[in-house]
Structure formats: C-alpha cells, structure tokens
C-alpha cells in the first residue's frame, strides 16, 4: 500500500493515510522551503549539483537524478567506481604521477573505511574528508590518522628502496602532501562532531584509519613500486626545496656585517673585501 502524512513545522497536520495499493518499494518525500523560517526559499541548481554529486560517488552504484523545472536542467549522477572515480573526476584536465588512483576499503570493527588517492605534478594539496556522507571540512581524527600513515608509509618505502641517500631526514608531512588529491570517508555508529555545522569528526577511530591505510599503502607500493618510487621522488624534491627555503630565510633574516650575527666570543664577520686579506 502507499501511506501519506503531511507536517508543518516539525508537527503532524494529519494521522497516516492509506491511499491506495502499490508494487513499488521505497520512500517519496516532497517538500517545500518555509519562507517564515528561512530568508531565501531559492534553489541554487549548481550547489545541489555540486552536492548530489558528491553523495553519489561517495555510495557507488547509486543513481540521483536533478531535475531543474523551472529552465528544465537535468542532470542523472551514477559511479560505479565511488571516490575512485572522484579523485579522478578531481584530477581532470591534471598531469598524474601514476594513472590509476590507489583505492582500498575494508571494515575494522563498526567502523566502515575507504580511500583514494593520486598524485599530480602540481604543488598543492586537494583532500576531501566524509563522515557518515557529512563533509568534515574542517577534519578531524579520520584526517589525522590518514596523514599520519601516508607520510610513514611514504618514509618506510622510501627507506626500504634506497632513495634517502642524499636526504638528511626523513620526509615531513607537508613533503608528502605536494600534490596531493586524496578522498577519505568513513562510515560509524553514531559518530561525534565539534560543533553544530559538523564540521570536524571527534570520535576516536584515529589509530584506526592509521593502521588500515598504513597497511593499504605498503601492499600498493609492493606491487607497484614504480608509482611508488614516482610519488617518493616528488616527496624529496618538496624536501629539498622546503630545506633551500629554509637556509634562504635564514639569510635573509642575518643581522648587519656590523653585527656579530650569533658568532661565539669575540669572532665577527669578516668587512675585508681583499680576498688575500681574507685567509685564516
């Protein structure tokens, strides 16, 4: 059967209806925006566009369609690559380091994981963190337990493979992360946010997501080493340009000639330019 009910404000305006009989299965919802409660009862298409979108990867194989009636836009959303194909739909028009996104999912405990990534040969860094289908823009722990295990899975591979020999230390985060488009959504019994907006996940699942990516990593660098050594090598070039950034504003920032600039005891910098006169 199909049943109906209609609320106004948070309350029932009527007891549930039976209407009539059906075959199909499922839930219809129509509703409209209240303009005594809300300032603009427009609908912007691009920014459900931009959101529908977002759901449908996030849940491969679902299909959403959009339908404008007022200037008949439409649009029909279905991937059946999930956030695979969001990194890619995110790389579009991009150089990659490595064609195909490295993606893995699994289940640890209650707790549901998936992520992708792939690498550019740009210098910024694009990552997009879901938690329960909630964009967490501002993070959390599922974001810090994911960083935290790129850059040492990126270390351990790097150091197993011989590729530190002119690095004097290991690679920071912000190395690893040049580059970088990454997707991580997480799926958890009653979830604990910062804030109304929900926009940071504050459940404990931090070590959790660590270990799973960690883990996921080191197997996708085993079989593909090539893409491995490809997205390391970017990390020690972002190393080594961070290093000359440094010595440049330490130079910057020197005192005066005058000035014994940090020099111990009665030592200054040398106001000869002769270089004869110069030799110790």
Known sequence: YTWEQSYERGKALEPLKKKGKTERRGTK?????????????????????????????????????????????QAEFHYTGGIAEFIKHLN?????????????????GDVHM??????????????????????????????????????????????NQGLFKDVKENLQGEDVREGLVAVISVKLPQPQFEGQTKGKLNSDIQSTVASFVYEKLMEHFEKNATSGRK?????????????????????????????????????????????????L
């Open 29 to 73: 919802i129509t509703f409209l925006p209240d303009a005594k409660i809300l300032a603009s009862i427009e609908f912007n298409y691009d920014t459900l566009a931009q959101r529908l979108r977002e759901l449908s990867f996030l849940n491969k194989g679902l299909t959403i369609r959009l339908k404008d009636e007022r200037s008949n836009k």
């Open 114 to 159: 998936e992520f992708a990534v792939q690498y550019n040969d740009t210098y910024s860094e694009t990552v997009f963190c879901f938690a329960n289908n909630i964009n967490t823009v501002d993070g959390g722990t599922h974001l810090s337990g994911f960083r935290s295990a790129l850059t040492r899975a990126i270390n351990q591979f790097g150091q």
């Open 231 to 279: 997205i390391c090598g970017k990390a020690i070039d972002a190393s080594r340009a961070r290093e000359a950034a440094r010595k440049a504003r330490e130079l910057t920032r020197r005192k005066g000639a005058l000035d014994s600039g940090g020099l111990p005891g009665k030592l200054a910098d040398c106001q000869e330019r002769d270089p004869q006169r110069c030799e």
């Open 92 to 108: 579009k028009n991009k150089d990659v380091l490595h064609a195909q996104p490295i993606y893995s999912e699994a289940d640890r």
